[in-house]
C-alpha cells in the first residue's frame, strides 16, 4: 500500500508492504511549495501545480513499481482553502486511479497523533502531539497512543506566516515579534479548545522540529534514525532560533540538514515551536519522525 501526503509546502511518498510489523519499502519528500501565496489569493498557483503534479506522477509510478495495489493520497490545508483545486484533483485521479481525500483539520490532527504516537509507552500519556505544517498546525491531546481524543488545526504554518509577516532577509526584530505575537495569539485559542496543560509528553511532529533536532544535535547529515524519538529541549530550541533567525535564507539553504525549499520557512515554524514549549510550559519535546504521512498508512493498515 502507498499513502501520499500533499501538504502546503511538501508531497511526501511511504510505501509499507503489511505485516506485524509492517515493512517500509520507500519513504521520499520533495519540497513543491503547491501553496505558496494561497493564504492571500485563494487560488493554486499554476507553475507550483504543474510541479506538483510532476512529483505526484513519479510517485505513484514508484509505488507501484514497488507493488503498491492501492495509493492513497490525502490533501491538507492548501488544497483545503483553495477554490481552483479541480486540476488537483483530476491530476490524483489520472495517476493514482482515485480521488483525492480532501482531509479537514480535525481528521488531519487525528492522522498526526496517530502517526506520531504509534509505539510510545501508554505510562507516559496523556501526550500532546502538534504538527507544523506550512499552512496550519494541529494540537491534539489524547491519552493513549493512537487514540486522539481532543483536537484543533489552526490557520498557523510556516509558509502562511512568512507570506504575513517577513519582507526582509534575515527578518527584522519586528517581523519576528509579529510572528510570535500570532502565534500566541493563536495558542491562547488553542488552550480554550484543547486540554493542552493535562498533557505529560510533548510530541513535536513534520520537518519544522525534525531539522531543528538535526541541528541541534550537530548531524553533519540528515539522519531520521539519530532523529526519531530524541528529545529536543527548551533552551536548544531557543539557540536553534536564534541562530536560524540571524542568518540569511541563502545560508540557510547551504545547510546540510536542510531539506531543499525548507530554509525560507523555517524560522516561522521554530517560532511556533518555541512559543508553543513557552505558552504551554514545556520545558522538552519528543521530536517524531513519524506524522501524518504514516497515520495515513496506519489507517489503511488499520493499526490503531
Same mark, same amino acid.
Given at each position: ?46 507553475? !507550483?501545480?504543474?510541479?506538483? $503534479? ?15 495495489? !492501492? ?5 491538507? %490545508? ?10 488537483? *484533483? ?18 488531519? @490532527? ?23 505544517? =506550512? ?5 491534539? *491531546? =489524547? ?9 484543533? %488545526? ?5 509558509? !502562511? ?10 527578518? %527584522? ?26 498533557? !505529560? ?32 529541549? /527548551?533552551?536548544?530550541?531557543?539557540? *536553534? /532560533?536564534?541562530?536560524? @533567525? @540571524? ?26 515551536? $518555541? ?12 521530536? %517524531?519522525?513519524?506524522?501524518? /504521512? ?11
Amino acid at each position: 500500500m502507498a499513502a501520499i501526503d500533499q501538504g502546503t509546502n511538501s508531497i511526501r511518498l511511504l510505501v509499507v508492504e503489511p505485516g506485524l510489523p509492517p515493512t517500509e519499502l520507500a519513504r521520499d519528500m520533495v519540497i513543491t511549495r503547491l501553496g505558496k501565496d494561497v493564504d492571500r489569493t485563494g487560488r493554486l498557483d499554476p507553475e !507550483r501545480l504543474a510541479r506538483t $503534479v510532476e512529483v505526484l506522477a513519479t510517485f505513484c509510478r514508484r509505488a507501484r513499481a514497488l507493488g503498491a495495489e !492501492r495509493i492513497r493520497v490525502g490533501a491538507t %490545508s492548501a488544497v483545503r482553502d483553495a477554490e481552483n483545486r479541480e486540476a488537483f *484533483v483530476e491530476a490524483v485521479r489520472r495517476y493514482s486511479g482515485g480521488p483525492p481525500e480532501i482531509i479537514t483539520g480535525e481528521q488531519e @490532527a487525528g492522522l498526526s497523533y496517530l502517526g506520531g504516537t504509534q509505539g510510545l509507552d501508554p505510562a507516559d500519556g496523556p501526550f500532546l502531539v502538534q504538527d507544523i505544517g =506550512g499552512g496550519s498546525t494541529e494540537f491534539v *491531546v =489524547g491519552t493513549e497512543p493512537g487514540r486522539a481524543e481532543h483536537a484543533i %488545526s489552526t490557520q498557523m504554518g510556516s509558509v !502562511r506566516l512568512t507570506e504575513r509577516h517577513v519582507r526582509l532577509d534575515p527578518p %527584522s526584530r519586528d517581523e519576528l515579534a509579529a510572528m510570535a505575537n500570532e502565534a500566541t495569539d493563536t495558542l491562547i485559542e488553542v488552550e480554550a479548545a484543547v486540554p493542552v496543560r493535562h498533557a !505529560r509528553t510533548f510530541v513535536a511532529v513534520a520537518g519544522t522540529a525534525t531539522t531543528m533536532q538535526a541541528i541541534a544535535l550537530g548531524l553533519d547529515r540528515y539522519d531520521p534514525d539519530m532523529i526519531h524519538r530524541t528529545t529536543l529541549t /527548551l533552551a536548544d530550541a531557543e539557540r *536553534v /532560533l536564534g541562530d536560524l @533567525a @540571524a542568518m540569511t535564507d541563502a545560508e540557510r539553504a547551504a545547510m546540510v540538514v536542510m531539506a531543499p525549499g525548507r530554509g525560507d520557512v523555517i524560522v516561522a515554524g521554530a517560532v511556533v515551536l $518555541v512559543e508553543t514549549m513557552r505558552s504551554f510550559g514545556f520545558d522538552r519535546a519528543l521530536v %517524531s519522525e513519524t506524522d501524518i /504521512l504514516d497515520g495515513l498508512a496506519f489507517e489503511m493498515l488499520d493499526i490503531r
